[in-house]
Nanobody, 123 residues
Framework: EVQLVESGGGLVQAGGSLRLSCAAS????????VAWFRQAPGKGREGPLS????????FLEASVEGRFTISRDNAKNTVYLFMHNLKGDDTAVYYC????????????????WGQGTQVTVSS
C-alpha cells in the first residue's frame, strides 16, 4: 500500500523555523518526485511550494524561495521541507504528494497524497 505520512508541524513564533518530514512507503521511492503543497484556513490548496525530483533537482515557488529548502534521503524514503523565517501567512496544513514527473503543477498529476500536518505561526 502506497503511503505518504507528513510530520513535524506545530506551533511556532513568527521568524522561527520548522522541519517537515514526508515518510514514504509502499513504492519505489527513488522513482518519484515529491512535492509540498499547503492549504491555509478558508482557502484552496496552494502549490506546489517545492518539489524535489528523483535525481535531486529542486524547485521552489517564489513566495517561499530563500526561506524554504527541500531535500530527500532515499535511504530513509523521506523528503524534508526546511522552513525558516516563518510568517503568519505560512499558517496552513502542509501536504506532500508524489508524481512520476518533476516540475508538474497540476494536482491531478500527483497520484498519492499524505494526510497533512498543521503548521501554525503566531505573531
Amino acid at each position: 500500500e502506497v503511503q505518504l505520512v507528513e510530520s513535524g508541524g506545530g506551533l511556532v513564533q513568527a521568524g522561527g523555523s520548522l522541519r517537515l518530514s514526508c515518510a514514504a512507503s509502499g513504492f519505489t521511492f527513488d522513482d518519484y518526485a515529491v512535492a509540498w503543497f499547503r492549504q491555509a484556513p478558508g482557502k484552496g490548496r496552494e502549490g506546489p511550494l517545492s518539489i524535489i525530483g528523483s535525481d535531486g533537482n529542486t524547485f521552489l515557488e517564489a513566495s517561499v524561495e530563500g526561506r524554504f529548502t527541500i531535500s530527500r534521503d532515499n535511504a530513509k524514503n523521506t523528503v524534508y521541507l526546511f522552513m525558516h523565517n516563518l510568517k503568519g501567512d505560512d499558517t496552513a496544513v502542509y501536504y506532500c504528494a508524489r508524481s512520476r514527473w518533476f516540475g508538474v503543477t497540476l494536482e491531478t498529476l500527483y497520484d498519492y497524497w499524505g494526510q497533512g500536518t498543521q503548521v501554525t505561526v503566531s505573531s
